[in-house]
């Protein structure tokens, strides 16, 4: 058995190989497991290969893209899936509605793959616990020390207290937030601690419906209805967008965003809270204390970073996950689908409205999937093109628009 970095986490027996996360179709492989439905994590949804996950996450999935999945298999929580002598019990993440974690028993070992963790209860998902085991692979979105985020409750209540002000200042508080997770957190917020209407972009409503399907609360008003236009327009309410929805906006909105970044960026002309649903560096480290494993391999994200604070604070080997291959440099056709991964990819990083993000930092973050300097710059132009992104060339950076 091995496990390495392969496009995504793959574990090899004789038999099968299996692969978690792959960041490109990934029709080789035997098997393939998606962790959740964001859409750095989704590239294999589109294949003909046999898949799994939880049913929330195909289903936010579909809601989202609009594609059809085909040739699935339902994961359920702590129910064991059998693939050869491999047997995957997929465990809740507590990131979003229907992430997972999952723990890999093979003949000789123990591995977990975190997926996107999240380990404190939120108003929408229950926190993820930490699972013993010998191999951990684990997400390191926020792996450095300078992420450490304050208690959430803290944060609702200063998300409740802007919201308050801002309709005395007869705005209209607007999140531009991640349609997947975020948007429902901050739903489910207004709803508990105002009695403000909420209402929501197209997209959001669609996501939004799936969590209500799984019993998930949220009261909302879809924006394209007769009732969410009256409602906007009346201006005493609440309004959620997706990141890059400026053009919809309100005259008299009041911006703000909610992610974990917000504590090392401050967005210019919004509100920025540190609400995330990633683990922050404490989560994590406590984590592998409590999973006591024999090694720790580090992915998606800060991984050498956080591999050298593994050691530090835990004596616990552990290395980035590596590649096995370099698979954008093989001579095969680009197609526009690798393009638009990594556009959804950039995407999930590049959140704030405003803040300008330093070229060489864009790049980095997409060599860090594998992807060629020369393919980075390629996606980046053709963001700019779209007028997704602008370049700001004095502070050699982009800006969303
Ligand atoms: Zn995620």
Same mark, same amino acid.
């Given at each position: 058995? #091995?496990?390495?970095?392969?496009?995504?986490?793959?574990? @090899?027996?004789?038999?099968?190989?299996?692969?978690?996360?792959?960041?490109?179709?990934?029709?080789?492989?035997?098997?393939?497991?998606?962790?959740? %439905?964001? &859409?750095?994590?989704?590239?294999?949804?589109?294949?003909?290969?046999?898949?799994?996950?939880? +049913?929330?996450?195909?289903?936010?999935?579909?809601?989202?893209?609009?594609?059809? =999945?085909? $040739?699935?298999?339902?994961?359920?929580? $702590?129910?064991?899936?059998?693939?050869?002598?491999?047997?995957?019990?997929?465990?809740?993440?507590?990131?979003?509605?229907?992430?997972?974690?999952?723990?890999?028993? #093979?003949?000789?070992?123990?591995?977990?793959?975190?997926?996107?963790?999240?380990?404190?209860?939120?108003?929408?998902?229950?926190?993820?616990?930490?699972?013993?085991?010998?191999?951990?692979?684990?997400?390191? !979105?926020?792996?450095?020390?300078?992420?450490?985020?304050?208690?959430?409750?803290?944060?609702?209540?200063?998300?409740?207290?802007?919201?308050?002000?801002?309709?005395?200042?007869?705005?209209?508080? !607007?999140?531009?937030?991640?349609?997947? &997770?975020?948007?429902?957190?901050?739903?489910?917020?207004?709803?508990?601690?105002?009695?403000?209407?909420?209402?929501?972009?197209?997209?959001?409503?669609?996501?939004?419906?799936?969590?209500?399907?799984?019993? =998930?609360?949220?009261?909302?008003?879809?924006?394209?209805?007769?009732?969410?236009?009256?409602?906007?327009?009346?201006?005493?309410?609440?309004?959620?967008?997706?990141?890059?929805?400026?053009?919809?906006?309100?005259?008299?909105?009041?911006?703000?965003?909610?992610?974990?970044?917000?504590?090392? /960026?401050?967005?210019?002309?919004?509100?920025? /809270?540190?609400?995330?649903?990633?683990?922050?560096? $404490?989560?994590?480290?406590?984590?592998?204390?409590?999973?006591?494993?024999?090694?720790?391999?580090?992915?998606?994200?800060? %991984?050498?970073?956080? @591999?050298?604070?593994?050691?530090?604070?835990?004596?616990?080997?552990?290395?980035?996950?590596?590649?096995?291959?370099? +698979?954008?440099? %093989?001579?095969?056709?680009?197609?526009?689908?690798?393009?638009?991964? $990594?556009?959804?990819?950039?995407?999930?990083?590049?959140?704030?409205?405003?803040?300008?993000? *330093? *070229?060489?930092?864009?790049?980095?973050?997409?060599?860090?999937?594998?992807?060629?300097?020369?393919?980075?710059?390629?996606?980046?132009?053709?963001?700019?093109?779209?007028?997704?992104?602008?370049?700001?060339?004095? +502070?050699?950076?982009?800006?969303?628009?």
């Amino acid at each position: 058995m #091995t496990v390495e970095w392969d496009g995504g986490v793959l574990v @090899s027996t004789e038999e099968e190989r299996v692969c978690f996360d792959p960041q490109r179709r990934g029709e080789e492989f035997d098997r393939i497991f998606i962790s959740h %439905s964001h &859409g750095d994590h989704t590239a294999a949804f589109s294949n003909k290969a046999r898949k799994y996950s939880t +049913l929330d996450t195909r289903r936010i999935f579909e809601a989202r893209s609009g594609i059809k =999945v085909e $040739n699935f298999n339902t994961a359920k929580y $702590n129910r064991a899936v059998r693939v050869g002598s491999l047997e995957v019990i997929p465990r809740n993440a507590g990131h979003m509605l229907g992430s997972t974690q999952f723990e890999i028993h #093979t003949p000789e070992e123990t591995i977990v793959y975190t997926g996107d963790i999240n380990c404190v209860n939120t108003l929408t998902t229950k926190a993820a616990k930490p699972i013993d085991c010998d191999i951990l692979i684990m997400e390191t !979105t926020y792996g450095e020390p300078a992420f450490l985020f304050p208690r959430r409750e803290e944060v609702y209540v200063d998300i409740t207290k802007w919201i308050v002000n801002e309709i005395k200042n007869r705005k209209i508080p !607007t999140f531009e937030v991640y349609t997947v &997770g975020k948007a429902q957190e901050i739903v489910a917020l207004i709803n508990h601690f105002t009695e403000l209407p909420v209402v929501v972009s197209p997209t959001i409503s669609r996501v939004n419906k799936v969590h209500i399907e799984s019993g =998930v609360e949220l009261q909302y008003i879809g924006v394209e209805s007769c009732e969410g236009k009256d409602v906007l327009n009346g201006g005493n309410c609440c309004y959620v967008v997706p990141t890059r929805s400026r053009q919809d906006l309100p005259k008299n909105a009041a911006r703000a965003t909610a992610t974990g970044w917000s504590i090392r /960026f401050r967005p210019r002309n919004h509100m920025g /809270f540190p609400l995330s649903s990633h683990a922050d560096f $404490n989560q994590l480290i406590s984590y592998v204390k409590e999973a006591k494993p024999s090694i720790v391999y580090t992915c998606f994200g800060r %991984s050498e970073i956080l @591999s050298h604070y593994v050691e530090k604070k835990t004596g616990i080997k552990s290395l980035p996950l590596k590649n096995k291959t370099d +698979l954008y440099s %093989s001579k095969r056709k680009r197609k526009n689908s690798d393009i638009r991964t $990594n556009v959804e990819r950039m995407l999930d990083f590049v959140v704030m409205p405003g803040f300008v993000y *330093k *070229k060489k930092w864009m790049i980095n973050k997409l060599t860090s999937f594998g992807v060629s300097p020369q393919v980075a710059q390629r996606v980046l132009d053709h963001m700019e093109k779209k007028g997704i992104i602008s370049y700001d060339e004095e +502070l050699t950076g982009y800006r969303l628009t």
